[in-house]
């Protein structure tokens, strides 16, 4: 059974300051947690503080985006490399990036592939808008955007890739999708599409995380589906209580699940 993964997405939000009280907040809880993968993604100038209190510590650090170039000029961007020097993993395609700041499935691309030969664990986001799920075009818009996102990836690189499905009207509306709806898209949509490119046993060991609204109230029901390995969670890791909840939840449905199995 594939080791759910639960990653705080701290988007534009926390000061240092703010960013360190949160995680010494969240290491007791978390530390004591050994069955979920967990990881917070500051901002970028927080990183390094959040980085230095996770020194030893099983929480993993992410930044929220990164360039594809090694240097240069490009103002304001961050390189893998830098980012590989106190990061474990990031973020890639978030709908907000593809939104507000343009980019494309072909940035997307080439941002993970940086990321990967930089070392780094990388999260690749897709999801479809509401106007495309009201279109019926969701299956369309998660194949096209895995397709041109993970083009020329291979099995081994794979390896290190976490997809997130985070259907863009469900991202900070209150309003997430339901355990079953989401969980058709990671089973008939998304995992067939791993398995196609990668073999069905790297697809079977790949987790896809859901993202959208997800709460302590409805963690536990979206993470007890066949095909939902963990979440990607916004607006509920900015606070150590509800993150924490959310792990929990993830950390219970594993202990049932695996005891169901036996
Ligand atoms: P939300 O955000 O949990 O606030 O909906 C999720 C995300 O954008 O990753």
């Known amino acids: ?5 639960v990653a705080g997405n701290w988007k534009m939000n ?7 009280a949160l995680v010494q907040a969240l290491l007791p809880d978390l530390e004591a ?24 510590a099983e929480l993993k650090v992410g930044a929220q985006n990164v360039h594809w170039e090694e240097s240069g000029a490009f103002t304001g961007a961050v390189s893998p490399q ?4 106190v990061c474990d ?41 509401l106007e495309e799920n009201e279109a019926g075009q969701t299956e369309a818009v998660v194949t096209r ?12 690189q794979a390896a290190s890739i976490t997809i997130a499905y985070e ?18 898209v990671h089973k008939d949509v998304i995992r067939p599409l791993l398995k196609k490119q990668f073999g069905q046993s790297r697809a079977e060991a790949m987790r896809i995380q859901y993202g959208g609204s997800i709460k302590p109230d409805n963690a536990a029901e979206l993470f007890a589906m066949s095909d939902i390995d963990g979440g990607l969670v916004g607006g509920a890791s900015l606070k150590a209580d509800s993150f924490v909840a959310i792990v929990k939840a993830a950390s219970m449905v ?8 036996a």
């Open 33 to 56: 947690i050994d069955n979920v993968d967990t990881a917070v993604c500051p901002s970028y100038l927080a990183v390094p503080a959040v980085a230095e209190l996770c020194l030893g």
């Open 89 to 129: 993993l990031v973020i890639v395609g978030h709908s907000e990036r593809r939104q507000l700041f343009g980019e494309t499935d072909e940035t997307v691309n080439k941002r993970l592939k940086a990321g990967l030969a930089a070392g780094l664990e990388v999260i690749v986001c897709i999801g479809e808008t």
């Open 82 to 85: 830098m980012v590989s020097e």
């Open 1 to 5: 059974m594939r080791k759910f993964f």
């Open 14 to 20: 926390k000061t240092i300051a703010e960013s360190r």
């Open 167 to 184: 259907p863009v009207w469900a991202i900070g509306t209150g309003r997430a999708a339901t355990p079953e709806d989401a969980n058709h």
């Open 145 to 156: 955007q895995l397709g041109e996102g993970l083009a020329g990836i291979s099995e081994t």
């Open 254 to 261: 594993d202990i049932i699940k695996k005891e169901s199995e």
